[in-house]
């Protein structure tokens, strides 16, 4: 066909030439033109072809893998696909299985494990040196300022002692404080401050009970502070006025103790012969003793530590937090009552003694036995902590009166007449037949329907007595269950603490029929001061000797796991495979020390653990939780899961065990072991605690740090 055309348009030429031909000329024109698309025709038909043939190769070789495929799938069906499923319902099972362990240690902190007892001659803490005593002449080489701070819910004060060489001793009270002849409460000053709005100091103590204070106070909007001792505590009561906005308890704790310290710096520099040289010589080395409820521990001695730090007491060091020690109020109790009111002679050699610390806040009680030596002393029942100080009996008379006074126009008078009460009323209260008086206004202020005649409410000395009432049963059964738990004869009880000066409350003690057979006493000599003098006397004789464990304390810990004991068996998904290639069982509680324990001032309870880790850097910041467990004796603890909201975590130690050589181990591939000792001294007033490992075959230790975590 192309040869055609080219015939075809080799014509078409000669044909132009010679115009006679004009209609050759058109006639190979369209003839051209439908050759030109025969041609066309021809290519689209041949591409076509080519097309289907490519077409009918792809699709055979679809057909090819298609079959391949089903052969597979038969395969993969009958042969592999049942062992899959077979795996994936084990790893199901086993995943569940992780799943209960991770559920189980969401939370937790890790746990060391417990090891053997290692062979260890126990020895006792040396015992520590005194140089001093209240009735010897003071040995030390230099000069020194011991001075005790009670902090008090309503009412705070001062004692100090300056130690001379070659000086008996003499423990003297601040008594001079701004305002103090406004105030109240002897050598005692309010637990009150006053913030203004920046939240800075305006007024304290018995500065804040001046005339003209309340009305600048409302003027200016300042904040006042009062009971806020008792934010220290871990469980709080709804009574307590809360703290000022964007103020911590430690901040206002400290703000008080700071105001303590300077007036009694001052005081010192006044009354001493060359005071400020004196107080130049000993200022940057002053011992500290901090009174505290006996119910209060560590997380109450930390916060209290850190008062005195932001205070500017002492320096954020070692050997300036070593300055300070504690004391419970029972125990400074008891060494005051030696010194005023309980007779050298009327403890026999083991007869017991119970002091009752009645306070502003607390009612706190110890109950000690004079043992063989004259002037030592052993606690033989666990220290008891009520909240039912004085301040409980204000919150009962708030209660009725504003239930008495609902209907009167003097209900907008309520804190006025509910301070009154406070100051006098509570204060002169003897017995439940003398009608009682809270005078809070003028002659010209009177509604007889409501018992308010010339200024004064008028209520039965009945129900003045029901507001004493929980607090003097309080005693009375606490005093009881003293007697039950001490394995000693309690012949007397002492009152001391400034609720104890209210007649009511010690009459009605003390006529209590349950308690006939207890000579009970009340020191005439300011019972209100006995914690703060009593905390020099315990600075510098130390009596007691043994303490009683308040609690269970211990820690949580892996033990090797044993399907043969029941326990073990109930807790099997919590087993896991230790990196030694151990099974091991957690959250055991390994008792440290037992509730009710009597414990030696010097003696040394110790534990022995072990920490495995596939690396050395595990051993570098480790953190170790003591916890108290406050459920009865008798039910000794010994799985986290059994009583589990009596556990409370009260102390994290954190140690150092890098400097330890660890064992290297390669049984179940490379590893590392860590064994050591913890060493626990709880006869102290505040926790100590060592950390004990060997080196060579001899004994090595180091301190640690102790953090608070009760909340």
């Known amino acids: 066909m192309e040869s055609q055309g080219n015939d075809i348009r080799k014509s078409f030429v000669d044909a132009q030439r010679y115009p006679a031909c004009s209609s050759s000329i058109s006639l190979a024109e369209e003839l051209l033109s439908i050759f030109d698309r025969l041609r066309t025709s021809e290519q689209n038909l041949k591409q076509r072809e080519e097309d289907a043939e490519r077409m009918i190769r792809e699709i055979e070789s679809l057909n090819k893998q298609l079959q391949e495929s089903k052969s597979e799938s038969r395969y993969l069906k009958e042969g592999v696909l049942p062992g899959l499923n077979r795996e994936n319902k084990r790893l199901v099972e ?20 417990k090891a053997l007892s290692r062979n260890v001659q126990m020895e006792q803490a040396p015992v520590i040196p005194h140089t001093v005593q209240s009735n010897a002449v003071y040995r030390g080489h230099r000069r020194r300022l011991v001075m005790a701070i009670d902090v008090g819910t309503t009412f705070s004060c001062v004692s100090y002692s300056i130690l001379d060489p070659g000086q008996v001793p003499e423990t003297k009270g601040v008594t001079r404080y701004p305002g103090l002849e406004s105030s109240t409460g002897g050598s005692k000053i309010p637990s009150v401050l006053y913030y203004d709005r920046m939240g800075k100091v305006r007024a304290v103590g018995a500065e804040a009970l001046l005339d003209g204070i309340y009305e600048r106070a409302e003027d ?42 300077n007036c009694s710096s001052q005081y010192i520099q006044d009354i001493h012969a060359n005071g400020p040289n004196l107080w130049l010589a000993v200022k940057d080395d002053i011992a500290f003793i901090l009174s505290h409820p006996n119910g209060w521990e560590g997380t109450q001695q930390i916060q209290m530590t850190e008062a005195a730090i932001l205070a500017g007491l002492i320096p ?17 109790s008891l060494h005051f009552s030696m010194q005023n009111g309980l007779p050298a002679d009327a403890l026999r050699e083991g007869d017991g003694v119970v002091i009752v610390d009645a306070g502003g806040g607390t009612i706190d009680f110890s109950t000690f036995s004079r043992s063989g030596n004259h002037n030592a002393f052993e606690e033989i029942a666990a220290p008891q902590c009520h909240f039912q100080g ?49 005078k809070f206004g003028s002659t010209r202020d009177s509604d007889t329907s409501f018992g308010i005649r010339f200024g004064q409410l008028l209520i039965e000395g009945s129900i003045v007595s029901k507001f004493f009432e929980p607090s003097i049963d309080c005693i009375i059964n606490a005093i009881l269950d003293a007697r039950k738990s001490a394995n000693r004869n309690i012949t007397h009880v002492v009152l001391v603490g400034g609720f104890s000066a209210s007649d ?95 414990v030696l001032e010097n003696k040394e309870f110790r534990q022995s653990y072990f920490r495995e880790s596939q690396t050395r850097n ?15 004796s008798s039910e000794p603890p010994m799985w986290r899961d059994v009583n589990t909201d009596k556990f409370v975590k009260i102390w994290t130690i954190k140690l150092d065990l890098s400097h330890i050589n660890p064992l290297p181990l390669e049984q179940q591939g490379n590893y590392y072991r860590i064994d050591y000792d913890l060493v626990f001294l709880f006869g102290w007033t505040n926790l100590k605690v060592q950390l004990a490992w060997k080196e060579n075959g001899v004994e090595k230790r180091s301190a640690t740090t102790i953090i608070s975590e009760e909340a």
């Open 94 to 113: 086993e995943n569940k299985k992780l799943s209960v362990q991770l559920n189980a240690l969401k939370g937790r902190p890790f746990e060391d494990g």
């Open 220 to 261: 200016e909007m300042w904040v006042k502070c009062e009971w806020f001792k008792l934010h220290l505590r871990s469980q709080k009561q709804p009574q307590l006025p809360p703290l000022p906005l964007n103020k911590s308890v430690v901040e206002v704790f400290a703000d008080y103790v700071k105001y303590l310290f």
């Open 316 to 332: 954020d060091t070692p050997s300036g937090r070593a300055r300070v020690s504690f004391v419970t109020e029972g125990e400074a």
């Open 390 to 438: 004085s301040i409980f009996v204000t919150i009962h008379a708030r209660r009725f009166l504003e239930e008495h006074l609902a209907d009167s126009k003097f209900i907008y008078d309520l804190d006025h007449i509910v301070s009154c009460f406070d100051k006098t009323t509570k204060l002169r209260f003897r017995d439940s037949d003398e009608r009682q008086y809270v």
């Open 504 to 598: 009511g409350l010690f009459n009605q003690v003390r006529k209590s029929p349950l308690l006939t057979d207890l000579n009970i006493i009340r020191p005439d000599n300011h019972v209100n001061k006995a914690v703060s003098d009593g905390a020099i006397s315990f600075y510098l004789d130390r009596s007691v000797r043994t303490r009683i464990s308040k609690a269970t304390y211990g820690m949580f810990c892996h033990i090797p796991y044993d399907p043969t004991i029941p326990d073990h068996l109930k807790r099997a998904s919590h087993a896991f495979m230790g990196i030694s290639g151990s099974k091991r069982i957690g959250d055991a509680f390994d008792i440290i020390l037992p509730k009710d324990t009597q």
């Open 618 to 632: 595990d051993f570098k910041d480790v953190s170790i939780s003591v916890w108290c467990y406050k459920g009865p």
